[in-house]
């Protein structure tokens, strides 16, 4: 019984900037990392960027250097700063995590948010 929520989404234009931001609630024992992946039509989901509980971070190629993200593991909330947006950026973005859904469990399951749209337009 684990929640992930996304805000922030909506239109940008070309080489702008936005924040998407997503909230862990429910029942759960442990998260052990959060992130972002990103899906368009025709194609499969993929990662944009997660962090783990440490602060270690993994990047797609394509958003190095324009894509930030963010944990704050006393809230279970991550973010994710983009900027120098393009159009090959827009997508339905989906907060992701690793979670261990109660103390007994001995491995994490994955757990997904809704979705947020991402439009970046000229």
């Known amino acids: 019984q684990v929640q992930l929520v996304e805000s922030g989404g909506g239109l940008v234009q070309v080489g702008g900037s936005l924040r998407l931001s997503c909230a862990a609630s429910?029942?759960?024992?442990?998260?052990?990392?959060m992130g972002w992946y990103r899906q368009t039509p025709g194609k499969l989901r993929e990662l944009v960027a997660v962090v783990d509980t440490g602060g270690s971070t993994n990047y797609a190629d394509s958003v190095k250097g324009r894509f930030t993200v963010s944990r704050d593991n006393a809230k279970n909330t991550v973010s994710l700063q983009m900027s120098s947006l393009k159009s090959e950026d827009t997508a339905v973005y989906y907060c992701?995590?690793?979670?261990?859904?109660?103390?007994?469990?001995?491995?994490?399951?994955?757990?997904w948010g809704q979705g947020t749209q991402v439009t970046v337009s000229s």
């Open positions: 429910g029942s759960f024992f442990r998260i052990i990392a």
């Open positions: 992701y995590g690793k979670i261990f859904r109660s103390r007994y469990d001995t491995a994490w399951r994955e757990h």
